[in-house]
């Protein structure tokens, strides 16, 4: 489970997210949609202990994430949009590492690579340098060893950056089936289709806040359109950005 409470962080004036407060419960897929600058990757890094919120906290599973920092490592994993890999090692000596790092068994990280290195066609680059791999292969070893130690949260920011269709498809496939087994699964995404297609409940982020969070088919509703996700989208937040114009205080004028 994931628990956000008045959730804030500003950066000198601004303020990137605002008093932010969401329950993702056990086994639920969330994603997140936003306008670029909505604050979606610092409500990520906060969930995941990356930045300091300036006010409100975050637990996982039950802990805190700033004073109870390792209980929350050993049961959620983080894969950012562009994931940090060693380069000099393969695939297969990522996965032990990583699977190392979590203090599994040799057995237990041998059963977990045997499932998961051919879900993400992983065999033909197991013993092929990191460094040499493509941005999509990259992306495909990181969530392969992420899953490795199977959490109980998995927070994820654009995991469909350089993937190809079928690999994509893989990936969603995967996150799904952990999500109804119990993972929580937390997903930043601009692709609203890949939202539609997997989620639970969607939220929308725009200035800082969720302006609104709900299924796909709720979504649509409120906004008065009952057609694709992509125009309720852009209704919800073109009508947050009308309503955040209005409150501005009016340019002054030179005499």
Same mark, same amino acid.
């Given at each position: 489970?994931?628990?956000?409470?008045?959730?804030?962080?500003?950066? @000198?004036?601004? +303020?990137?997210?605002?008093?932010?407060?969401?329950?993702?419960?056990? @086994?639920?897929?969330?994603?997140?949609?936003?306008?670029?600058? *909505?604050?979606? +990757?610092?409500?990520?890094?906060?969930?995941?202990?990356?930045?300091?919120?300036?006010?409100?906290?975050?637990?996982?599973?039950?802990?805190?994430?700033?004073?109870?920092?390792?209980?929350?490592?050993?049961?959620?994993?983080? !894969?950012?949009?562009?994931?940090?890999?060693?380069?000099?090692?393969? &695939? =297969?000596?990522?996965?032990?590492?990583?699977?190392?790092?979590?203090?599994?068994?040799?057995?237990?990280?041998?059963?977990?690579?045997?499932?998961?290195?051919?879900?993400?066609? /992983?065999? &033909?680059?197991?013993?092929? &340098?990191?460094? @040499?791999?493509?941005?999509?292969?990259?992306?495909?070893?990181?969530?392969?060893?992420?899953?490795?130690?199977?959490?109980?949260?998995?927070?994820?920011?654009?995991?469909?950056?350089?993937?190809?269709?079928?690999?994509?498809?893989? !990936?969603?496939? %995967? /996150?799904?089936?952990?999500?109804? *087994?119990?993972?929580? !699964?937390?997903?930043?995404?601009?692709? $609203?289709?890949?939202?539609?297609?997997?989620?639970?409940?969607?939220? %929308? %982020?725009?200035?800082?806040?969720?302006? *609104?969070?709900?299924?796909?088919?709720? $979504?649509?509703? =409120?906004?008065?359109?009952?057609? $694709?996700?992509?125009?309720?989208? $852009?209704?919800?937040?073109?009508?947050?950005?009308?309503?955040?114009?209005?409150?501005?205080?009016? &340019? *002054?004028?030179?005499?």
């Amino acid at each position: 489970m994931i628990e956000l409470k008045n959730l804030t962080k500003r950066f @000198g004036d601004l +303020t990137a997210v605002n008093n932010v407060s969401l329950t993702v419960p056990k @086994g639920e897929f969330f994603c997140v949609l936003g306008p670029n600058a *909505a604050g979606k +990757t610092t409500t990520i890094k906060m969930i995941t202990g990356l930045i300091k919120p300036t006010e409100g906290s975050v637990n996982i599973a039950g802990f805190d994430v700033q004073s109870e920092p390792l209980q929350v490592r050993q049961r959620m994993s983080y !894969v950012p949009d562009f994931p940090f890999l060693y380069e000099k090692l393969t &695939p =297969w000596e990522f996965m032990r590492f990583i699977g190392q790092l979590f203090n599994l068994s040799e057995e237990r990280v041998q059963s977990a690579s045997r499932e998961l290195i051919p879900r993400f066609n /992983l065999e &033909p680059f197991l013993r092929k &340098p990191i460094e @040499g791999l493509s941005h999509g292969t990259r992306q495909r070893v990181a969530i392969a060893a992420a899953l490795m130690h199977e959490p109980e949260v998995f927070v994820i920011d654009e995991p469909m950056v350089g993937l190809d269709p079928f690999h994509a498809r893989v !990936v969603k496939e %995967i /996150l799904k089936e952990r999500s109804v *087994a119990g993972m929580t !699964v937390f997903m930043s995404t601009h692709q $609203l289709s890949v939202a539609e297609q997997v989620a639970d409940r969607i939220g %929308i %982020i725009n200035h800082g806040r969720f302006v *609104a969070i709900g299924t796909a088919d709720e $979504l649509r509703h =409120w906004s008065g359109n009952d057609s $694709l996700l992509e125009d309720s989208f $852009l209704a919800i937040t073109r009508e947050e950005a009308n309503i955040t114009a209005e409150r501005m205080p009016a &340019p *002054a004028t030179t005499p």
